[in-house]
């Protein structure tokens, strides 16, 4: 499948707010806030009371209509009744817009099948590509173009990186952009995709596939509008960048509830699994789970077997990744007797100390400085037996010192994925902060790191299995 340019959608010169409004708390108002935010690109108001609003700061003149904007206009968010969103296509056509962001709820969704369909037909008599309707809007974190509803005060917008995110669902999306924020989990696009009437998750895949900005690509569906599009999109897509899905609907009452929603046909969980696994996407079981996939693969390569070894500072946490790691169908590595000579050697020489243990999971004891980590870490990565190493910090313990994060950082030069996990609390959490600086994604718990792991393993062997690898 050819991908659509959708990059008018996402860098437009121009966008028109049609229901643009002075009145605090309405859409049209929260739309206006946000594009303007940022963006450095033309932006008119539009609404059949004309007037003049004013948006931080800024004072606007309101069109009665969109044909009256003086200039070119390359996007129109449309925030109006959706009896009237058909007329006003019509209008954006005579004008020359090329793409429609429909925020405007009360169609498929709705029962009124028949509206959405007159809106499609609209548009594509003058060739306009939609996204929605029933949707929370589109952002591109790079340039500042964000016509998100959802005020700033109220959902922060994450910082600018490499995962992109569409969604289903407007609120569970708000959702995983504040959550990103939170985490500083940098993205690159978002996309409400609301009931899909044109434009559906495969359009988004095939272009963000082919997006230089965008490294993964990560979804919450209910559904897929065509099932043999989707197959084909993801199969291309995912041998460019990882693809991560999480589904929902997977139940029986969930699928009901799906169709509810989005009038999306959730369709059986059986075959959606067994697609997912056909094209190479990584499906997520919830948002945790999404996002420690994402951050992993958006910073670390994948993996090259699933061969693992573990340098902790706490013998239970270093126990509890084994168990994850085999409860996922990984493997504990088996480290070779040139390994375990190197550390035999230092512990004699008194370089390391006699009362560690060196047998994978390598447990430099409580009491390890980072000069400690830095050797174990070294003699791991330069096992053969190794494919992936994690590293586990106890920050708690006094002996661990700042050095850790340079010493992690020179670790990346063996080309080899790494995973650091940091359990704790607000020191820990600074020292997360500093390590992932270097690029290095770094977990709060064994549960999330074993995550990450798994999808740098499993993508690695999609990559592997198809010769990309």
């Not at 003049?52 to 070119?72: C, L």
């Not at 809007?137 to 340039?143: A, Q, W």
Request: net charge neutral; charged share 25%.
């Amino acid at each position: 499948m050819e991908a659509p340019n959708l990059d008018f959608l996402f860098y437009p010169r121009s966008v028109a707010v049609i229901g643009a409004s002075h009145v605090p708390g309405k859409v049209g108002n929260a739309i206006m806030r946000s594009i303007t935010l940022r963006f450095s690109g033309k932006v008119y108001a539009v609404n059949v009371k004309g007037g003049e609003i004013e948006v931080n700061g800024r004072k606007f003149k309101v069109y009665s209509h969109i044909k009256e904007v003086p200039d070119e206009v390359d996007v129109a968010v449309i925030a109006v009744p959706a009896k009237f969103v058909p007329d006003v296509i019509d209008e954006c056509g005579e004008k020359g817009v090329k793409g429609a962001v429909v925020i405007s709820a009360g169609f498929k969704e709705a029962g009124r099948a028949g509206l959405e369909e007159e809106l499609v037909r609209r548009a594509r008599k003058w060739g306009i590509r939609v996204v929605g309707p029933n949707c929370l809007g589109v952002t591109n974190l790079e340039n500042g173009f964000d016509c998100n509803f959802n005020p700033p005060e109220r959902q922060a917008r994450p910082p600018f990186g490499k995962v992109a995110f569409m969604s289903q669902s407007g609120a569970f999306g708000a959702a995983i952009l504040d959550w990103a924020a939170r985490e500083k989990i940098g993205m690159s696009k978002f996309i409400s995709l609301g009931n899909m009437a044109d434009l559906d998750e495969s359009d988004f895949m095939a272009y963000l596939g082919d997006d230089p900005k965008t490294g993964v690509i990560t979804a919450y569906i209910e559904g897929v509008k065509d099932g043999r599009k989707f197959f084909n999109t993801a199969r291309e897509a995912t041998l460019k960048k990882p693809v991560v899905v999480l589904k929902s609907g997977r139940t029986e009452a969930g699928a009901k509830a799906a169709a509810s929603h989005t009038g999306s046909l959730a369709g059986s969980y059986r075959i959606y699994q067994a697609a997912f696994e056909q094209t190479g996407v990584l499906e997520a079981k919830n948002m945790r789970q999404l996002f420690n996939y994402a951050k992993a693969l958006a910073i670390q390569r994948p993996a090259k077997g699933d061969r693992i070894a573990i340098v902790t500072n706490g013998g239970g946490a270093g126990v509890m990744m084994s168990d994850g790691l085999l409860e996922r169908g990984m493997k504990l590595a088996e480290l070779s007797e040139e390994t375990n000579e190197r550390f035999k050697k230092d512990i004699e020489t008194g370089k390391l100390p006699e009362h560690m243990s060196y047998r994978n999971p390598i447990d430099v004891i409580g009491d390890a400085p980072s000069s400690r980590y830095e050797v174990a870490m070294r003699y791991a990565l330069e096992d053969p037996n190794v494919d992936v190493l994690v590293v586990i910090a106890l920050f708690q313990s006094p002996a661990l010192d700042e050095g850790i994060v340079e010493a992690v950082a020179k670790m990346k030069a063996y080309g080899k994925p790494i995973v650091f996990v940091a359990p704790g609390g607000d020191y820990p959490h600074k020292m997360a902060r500093n390590i992932e600086l270097k690029g290095i994604p770094v977990y709060e718990t064994v549960e999330d790191g074993v995550d990450a792991v798994y999808a740098l393993v499993k993508y690695g062997e999609w990559l592997g299995e198809n010769g990309r690898l």
